[in-house]
């Protein structure tokens, strides 16, 4: 399985919580300088527009340090004219604005020689009971995506799920409603941004996850990260749900992912290069156990229902 990893501009320069404003703020050209330091790093997912500038621009500074980009990630929840959605906004010159920024963002993909559009429609959803027409907000949001996907069949567009935040309850907020709204849009080039933090807060299995997706043929992009199911931590993958981490690498590779890897972790205590250069070598050192997996061999034991038998195994190659 080929290895591709990538850092979200965002990361490389101011972050917040909601107390705190962590490392100052750099623009796109100190951002990327900054990535080309990280061991393992060959490329950016490139925020638009809060990271953008000319991409004519932006690929010139990435051509100069040797650097790809693994996608440019449209931002429709920082801003004030999201606060109440984007796709699924009630307002339909809101929806007609998010449909264009996509489109934009497509344009701004192909420039920089990139494949793939990602965006989180985490502005989607509800805060408390009744406040929407949930049928009439996924018909928006499909027929939205839709248009854009057809706009550009050479780009595709990789929807990133989430459970909450900042909505309480996020409108696409698991693998599967992700998966079938893919689906329901007919294009081909319409699938699903996989993040293993997102897919711990929903309570899913990370590994179940990417081998349904891999499955169906909608798994288009990976973000890695870690956390304690409670909350969307961000923190260095591997470091607290390792055993998760070896399945998750585990499937995969029997689904075939050859994508891009991208670094979603948050640096705010901690200095940017060294947090992204950790997070690629915590991912190599789970990937290596994986390799090692003898896959006959464990099939046969999950034949068998050996199940403790497969953790001493497993342990084994640690």
Known sequence: MERKYSIITGFMGKVQDRFIDYQPPRDIKDMIEMASRVKGCSGLEVVYPQNFTDPKEIKNILDAYGLGVSTVN?????EEKWRYGSFSNPDPKIRREAVEALKRAMDHAAALDC???TTALLNDGVDYPFELNYLDAFQYTLEGIREAA????????????????PRIHCLLNNAGKMAYLAQMTNQENVGVTLDFGHALQ???VPADSASFLGQTGKLFYVHINDNFRNWDWDMVPGTVNLWDYIEFALALKKVGYNGWITADVFPQRHDPIMIMEKTFEWMDYIFAIADK???DKLAQMQKELKTFEI????????
Do not use: F, P
């Open 115 to 117: 494949s793939t559009v």
């Open 150 to 165: 057809e706009y550009r069949k050479d780009i595709k567009i990789s929807l990133e799920y989430k459970q909450s935040e």
């Open 293 to 295: 997996i003898d896959e």
């Open 311 to 318: 953790m001493d195994y497993i342990r084994s190659l640690l």
């Open 74 to 78: 449209l931002n429709v929840k920082g």
């Open 202 to 204: 929903a309570l899913e």
